[in-house]
């Protein structure tokens, strides 16, 4: 059976994600990387495997998938290793909350109103939003008042064990703490701050920082 592939850049926060359910189940895997700075992700190759042009795109022994959170639950249920999902049909819902979350209000407000604008784009040449990094601001605290509510439940997001939540959150969290509206944003998510304690130290996690250059 062939090892299997993530096609996208290790800079993104949803190939980190899909790497790190990869890394904890201790499964093998290829990571081919995509130039999505220089739009490889809308080649007529990378469209064969995701149509909507976005990363990540995923490929196992010829079955092709895409979505973070669908190819997380594929790792989790397709391999053998620790479970990734908690077992608990409460803790398993609360999961599958955090991991709307991410999708529909803490991606777009964390990463592209206020990380992309405020580190990828002076990096690329350009000057940040600030009308647009101002107003993702409430919603991104909306964000993490919810998930720090949530950290103070237990070890992890959902649960005692590292589940495909705390995957999700993770990298979008790690690049927040790197720009200036994080001092506001996390100033009084202390719980928040005692499940990154827990999470940075991780084998998977050292594995999968990226590299910004």
């Known amino acids: 059976m062939a090892d299997p ?8 926060t949803n190939v980190r994600s ?25 080649e007529p190759g990378f469209l064969a495997l995701n ?3 976005k990363v990540p795109a995923f490929e196992h022994d010829g079955f092709v998938l895409f979505e973070t959170a669908a190819i997380c639950r594929y790792v989790d249920e397709a391999f053998e290793g620790p479970a990734l999902q ?22 777009p407000s964390i990463i592209t109103s206020i990380v992309i604008q405020r580190a990828v784009v002076p990096m690329l040449g350009g000057t940040p939003d600030e009308e647009m990094i101002r107003g993702a601001l409430d919603q991104a605290g909306t964000c993490i008042a919810t998930l720090d509510g949530f950290a103070g439940e237990s070890a992890y997001l959902a649960g005692e064990s590292i589940s495909l939540a705390d995957m999700l959150v993770a990298p979008v969290y790690h690049y927040l703490r790197g720009v200036p509206e994080a001092e506001t944003l996390l100033a009084s998510a202390g719980n928040l701050d005692g499940w990154w304690s827990r999470m940075e130290g991780r084998e998977s996690m050292v594995k999968t920082v990226p590299n910004l250059g």
């Open 18 to 42: 899909v790497r790190l359910a990869l890394e904890e189940k201790g499964v093998p895997y290829d990571l081919k990387e995509i130039d999505i700075f220089q739009g490889a992700q809308r």
């Open 86 to 107: 908690p077992a608990d049909v409460r803790i398993r819902a609360r999961m599958a909350q955090i991991n709307g979350i991410v999708t529909s209000y803490a991606y």
């Open 5 to 12: 592939i993530v096609y996208g850049p290790a800079v993104s």
């Open 51 to 53: 149509p909507f042009g």
